[in-house]
């Protein structure tokens, strides 16, 4: 057994039962969100950092130092660090580390892991897509029928029953508040996740997907959220406050009517700013503007005829 689980006040509490690698022993997380993040964990990501590990101990005389204090301090502490802010990611790297600890090939180990790896979160996505289908179109009402209908679906698809059919081995334990609680053992990563997915759907755990990353995410204050607070790319901005803009810029670069109301606007507005336009006029404008441009996009005004009117009032500088 590699760990064993929990679920109390909405958190997953995970006990480390092998702690060869990390000495955190018990820890708590919000539920449903260790297993988001996991699909949202690049796979470019996973396998650049277990590659290096791995070249790290292709080197000559490398085996020979795995056993050094600084050495295993310093694994101790990543795994450590794996555990408190990527869960599913640490049982990859547990792995890893046994087979550097038991001589077996660390190459062959990544190749499989990352292919493992990529497998998972595939299937994790389409479970949610199946369940997040049955909840919206279908209006299944019952938490246990979702259940009950991934099963059947795995049965119709020829796969294997892994929810209901699947049972987990239970056990009673004291946990760190001495309080005595049931605990589900955790053999694999695999059961990790099929705790968890199913914890998620018997505490009807909201999931939508963002309109900006395309990524899945819990909404915290209001369901009707459309962005998630995950950082995009390379912006460093959240989704929730670029997301809008960004796919209201793409909205107005596929429309040339959008696209002209909105370098019409800018340019009346910068007017304002230089003072050469009044902020009441440029309001009234920009009322009468945006109900031609809804006129135009339903087809009652001609683009050309829009277009000939938002350059009424522009005064064009001399070239040279």
Known sequence: MIASVFIKDGHIHFYNENQQFSK?????YELGKPLLNFICYEPERFDEGFSSITEAFEVPGANEGRYAPEFLAEITQNM????KSEIYVYFYAQELMSAVYSDC???????????????LQKFIVHEIEVLLHYREKVKVSKSIDYIDILDEYHDIKGYEKIYLEKSFRTFYGRVADKE?????????IEDLFRFEFIQMIEHDIFIK?????????????RADVEYCDRLFGDTGRKCSEIGATRRYAQKVAGNPILEAHKRAYRRNHSRVRAKKLSQSEFLKWSEEASRKRDLCLSGELGFD????????????????
Do not use: H, M
């Open 105 to 119: 090939s660390p190459r062959q180990t990544f190749e499989r892991l990352s292919a493992d790896f990529k497998k």
């Open 80 to 83: 450590t660090d794996f555990q």
């Open 305 to 320: 005829e829009f277009r000939e009117w938002l350059e009424i009032g522009r005064v064009r500088r001399a070239r040279g």
């Open 24 to 28: 955190l022993g018990g820890i708590a």
């Open 209 to 221: 997907k963002c309109k900006n990353c395309e990524r899945f995410f819990i909404p915290r204050r």
């Open 180 to 188: 005595v609680v049931q605990l589900y053992e955790i053999d694999s």
